[in-house]
C-alpha cells in the first residue's frame, strides 16, 4: 500500500538556522504531495503543495521541490524563527486516500 | 465556504465508559472523510476513512469503530474504553482530486482515566 516515510526527529535549532526535513513517498499512483504543520493544542493546516513533477510548494519561506525520480518532498527554510516551532507533517495522496507520515517535531531556540 | 466542526474539544472518560465523538462538513459534497489519533509524542495515525455514506474503511485492528450516518457526517464511536484510547483525535475531510487539500478539525482531546 501507499506510505509516507518522514525524518523522525525531533529537530531543535537555534533561530536563523538552516532547515531541512526529509520526506519519501511511495505509491502506485502518481501522488500529489503536501506538507502540512500543527502548531501546539491545533489541528493541522495546509503549508505547501505539489501536485507534478519539479513542482515547486512555498509558503511562509518554507519550499519543497517533487523529485518524481525519488518520489521525495522534502522540506527546507533557509533561515527558521521561534515561531516556526510546531510539528511538520509530509503527506501524499493517490487514488483518492491521504497518507500522513509520522510527523516531525521542530523546536527552534532563540 | 467550507467549514469542519468537531466536537467535544475536551473529554476525560472512565475505562469501560462509551465514547462518541462527532464530526460535521459544511459547504461541500461527498467528501472523502478520515479519523486520525495522535499518540503524545507521536506520528499521526490513520484510524478509518470513508468514501461514502455507510462505506468505512478500518486501518487498524482497535477498540474502536467509525459510522457515517449522513454525507457530511462521521462519528467515532467505542463500547467500551481502554486507557490505551487516550490520545488526540483529528477529523478531517478531502475532496478526492489532484492537489486537492484535506480540511481538519480542531480535534478532541481525550483522557482515559
Known amino acids: 500500500g501507499d506510505s509516507v516515510t518522514q525524518m523522525e526527529g525531533p529537530v531543535t535549532l537555534s533561530e536563523e538556522a538552516f532547515l531541512t526535513i526529509n520526506c519519501t513517498y511511495t505509491a502506485t499512483g502518481y501522488p500529489s504531495l503536501f506538507w502540512y504543520v500543527q502548531y501546539p493544542g491545533e489541528g493541522l493546516q495546509l503549508l505547501l503543495k505539489?501536485?507534478?513533477?519539479?513542482d515547486k510548494g512555498s509558503n511562509k519561506g518554507f519550499e519543497a521541490t517533487y523529485r518524481k525520480e525519488t518520489t521525495s518532498f522534502h522540506l527546507e527554510k533557509g533561515s527558521v524563527q521561534v515561531s516556526d516551532s510546531a510539528v511538520y507533517f509530509c503527506?501524499?495522496?493517490?487514488?483518492?486516500?491521504?497518507?500522513f507520515g509520522q510527523g516531525t517535531i521542530l523546536t527552534v531556540h532563540p | 465556504s467550507q467549514t469542519i466542526h468537531q466536537w467535544p474539544a475536551t473529554l476525560v472518560q472512565p475505562v469501560g465508559s462509551p465514547l462518541s465523538l462527532e464530526c460535521t462538513v459544511e459547504g461541500t459534497s461527498n467528501p472523502n472523510l478520515y479519523w486520525y489519533r495522535q499518540a503524545a509524542g507521536r506520528g499521526l495515525q490513520l484510524l478509518f476513512y470513508s468514501i461514502g455514506i455507510d462505506q468505512i474503511s478500518s486501518e487498524v485492528p482497535q477498540n474502536l469503530s467509525a459510522s457515517r450516518p449522513q454525507d457530511r457526517q462521521f462519528i467515532l464511536s467505542s463500547k467500551k474504553l481502554l486507557l490505551s484510547d487516550s490520545g488526540f483525535y483529528l477529523c478531517a475531510w478531502h475532496i478526492q482530486g489532484r492537489g486537492t487539500e484535506a480540511f481538519f478539525g480542531q480535534g478532541t482531546r481525550l483522557t482515559v482515566v
Open positions: 505539489a501536485t507534478k513533477a519539479d
Open positions: 503527506a501524499g495522496t493517490s487514488y483518492g486516500k491521504l497518507t
